[in-house]
């Protein structure tokens, strides 16, 4: 292992939950700082943006994903999965990234802590015209901004060059970049949003904005969009469907469901409507691709698509910045800066 061993602390702080619950279950905590396995480096922390899938592993909900995460707790016991960081050490087999490097990449967890320890081949070279907390808010959101536009593209719409795009649930953090995303593609792009965003949204590139308690999706005109991207997740699918032309796509980036199964059965209504449809319906499953982390980095070092930030926090208030995520109201971005 490549590293700067003799400068590395034994132990940090890092935020951790001994078991499932909301914010009162995250502590911090004096742990071990891990060493990197083979294919792995330890970042040294500088950003971690929080997103709802953070608060989903917190609360083990719905408890099908604790299939995934741990039964009964958390395996990984530290949120935190949008990360800005510094190479300190590399482990064996590692090339492509040596310490020193500036690193952006979503964690499998363990953001909320001094260290972590992750795949190099999950992290992209940050630019050096790109701030640590800007970065920070990238992989995830605008990720699977990203991945839900590129979801259509592949079901068939793959230019939305004079296109119209409806984005619904639009002031979070995957909503204001996929109306950047979509918008710098040449799109028209419509919202529902909440209305004290109404105005943020219109900022970063929609045309035209509803407020959605007043203006649900089943109000608007039928046949009026080529792609929807659906982020809040509580819209009937078929009202959905009927909102594109025909050969239209509806990404379904997130959806409602039971406490057990979540949006499980909404991903299975899709396939089931989606059978002969020449309206798709396309369940977006984004994944971590530093590719495309590389490109989006690209974009925001070059002005072309900028978070919008609600607020930074620091490391200490780390639980607090957990809780305003858990309450939903958030807008944008939320990041945690690193402790000293």
């Not at 190099?120 to 839900?148: E, F, H, I, N, Y």
């Not at 939305?160 to 619904?168: P, S």
């Not at 950047?180 to 109404?198: D, F, I, P, T």
């Not at 002969?276 to 989006?296: F, M, N, Q, S």
Request: proline fraction near 5%.
């Amino acid at each position: 292992m490549a590293d700067n061993k003799n400068t590395l602390p034994r132990t940090m702080t890092a935020w951790a939950q001994a078991r499932y619950g909301g914010p009162e279950t995250l502590v911090a905590t004096e742990v071990p700082v891990p060493s990197p396995g083979k294919g792995e480096v330890l970042v040294r922390l500088r950003a971690t943006g929080l997103n709802n899938g953070d608060v989903r592993v917190m609360r083990g909900e719905p408890l099908m994903l604790r299939l995934v995460f741990g039964l009964r707790r958390p395996r990984n016991p530290v949120r935190g999965m949008d990360a800005a960081a510094t190479v300190v050490a590399v482990g064996p087999g590692v090339d492509a990234l040596a310490v020193g490097d500036e690193v952006v990449g979503e964690l499998p967890g363990g953001g909320l802590a001094a260290y972590a320890v992750v795949a190099a081949s999950r992290l992209a070279k940050r630019p050096a015209a790109l701030d640590a907390v800007t970065a920070a808010t990238l992989p995830v959101a605008a990720g699977t901004a990203w991945q839900a536009l590129a979801s259509a593209a592949k079901a068939g719409q793959s230019d939305l060059d004079g296109r119209r795009v409806l984005v619904i649930g639009a002031s979070g953090g995957v909503g204001t970049f996929a109306v950047q995303l979509a918008a710098l593609r040449g799109a028209e792009v419509h919202a529902l949003c909440g209305e004290r965003n109404r105005a943020l949204v219109e900022g970063i590139g929609a045309t035209r904005t509803w407020e959605y308690r007043t203006t649900d999706a089943a109000a608007l005109p039928a046949a009026s969009y080529d792609v929807v991207v659906d982020i809040a997740g509580t819209a009937p699918l078929r009202v959905l469907q009927r909102l594109v032309v025909d050969g239209g796509v509806v990404a379904l980036v997130s959806g409602e469901g039971g406490r057990v199964l979540g949006p499980i059965g909404r991903i299975l209504g899709a396939i089931v409507l989606g059978i002969g449809a020449r309206r798709h319906l396309v369940a977006v499953a984004a994944v971590a691709k530093p590719d495309v982390i590389a490109e989006l980095a690209t974009l925001a070092a070059d002005g072309r698509i900028t978070p919008v930030l609600e607020r930074t926090w620091p490391f200490e208030q780390a639980g607090d910045a957990m809780a305003h995520m858990d309450a939903g109201h958030a807008v944008g971005k939320v990041v945690v800066l690193a402790g000293e």
